[in-house]
């Protein structure tokens, strides 16, 4: 089955404690993104990856960190997070770049206390 | 700085009626456009892509695209209570690798 898979689905971690959120796709998609969804912000992209160690930032990079050594891997890594990323997280892929059809991930919600 | 604007809602309709959820964009260079819809606490899925101006039908669901007035619609014909989402409008442009999402449009479906 085509899917787009992430993990842990819920964390609540404190400030400063270092976590990665991975996420891994088996479509075989070049382009990967990172999303986070705030209520009445919506869905803000976080950073994206076009291939294999070649990322670049969102609209909303700050506090955050990515890395693509493998095509089906893209994880997430908040180096020392803070309340203010509590949010709902999202990982996407699509078979070239964002004008093609996103598959989203089932989410991730994350609790910064 | 692109935007894409939607109304919140929430929009309520009767059941077997017809939804008309509406999206402007303001990207004039924007090639492709898509409706997802995210039930509560779920990810987004998609439900209609359009490429090109005019209206694209999938079953019950219908997008239209006006380039010139910057605006894209879905029609959701005979609503059903499993309709009950909320609804993203996304756009991009070509070659671009960051979309821009609406807020979404809240539609409920009663009975």
């Known amino acids: 089955e085509a899917q787009v898979t992430q993990n842990p689905r819920y964390l609540i971690t404190v400030t400063g404690k270092k976590l990665t959120v991975t996420c891994s796709q088996n479509?075989?998609?070049?382009?990967m993104s990172w999303y986070r969804q705030d209520p009445g912000l919506g869905l803000r992209q976080i950073y994206y990856?076009?291939?294999?160690?070649?990322?670049d930032k969102g609209d909303v990079p700050e506090g955050y960190k990515v890395s693509r050594k493998e095509k089906r891997n893209f994880p997430l890594i908040l180096e020392s997070p803070s309340p203010n990323q509590t949010s709902l997280y999202f990982c996407?892929?699509?078979?070239?770049?964002?004008?093609?059809?996103?598959?989203f991930g089932p989410g991730t919600r994350l609790t910064v206390l | 700085q692109k935007e894409v604007e939607q109304n919140s809602g929430p929009l309520s309709v009767p059941e077997g009626a017809i939804a008309s959820l509406n999206c402007t964009y303001s990207d004039r260079g924007s090639q492709s456009f898509f409706w997802y819809r995210q039930y509560s606490g779920k990810s987004p899925e998609l439900i209609m892509s359009i490429y090109s101006n005019g209206d694209k039908e999938d079953g019950r669901f219908t997008a239209q695209l006006n380039k010139a007035s910057q605006y894209v619609s879905l029609l959701i014909r005979d609503s059903q209570p499993s309709d009950s989402a909320t609804y993203l409008c996304?756009?991009?442009?070509?070659?671009?690798?960051?979309?821009?999402f609406g807020r979404g449009t809240s539609l409920i479906v009663h009975p």
């Open positions: 479509m075989n998609h070049e382009y």
């Open positions: 990856s076009m291939n294999v160690e070649v990322t």
């Open positions: 996407a892929s699509s078979n070239r770049d964002s004008t093609d059809t996103q598959y």
């Open positions: 996304a756009v991009s442009s070509g070659g671009s690798y960051i979309p821009t």
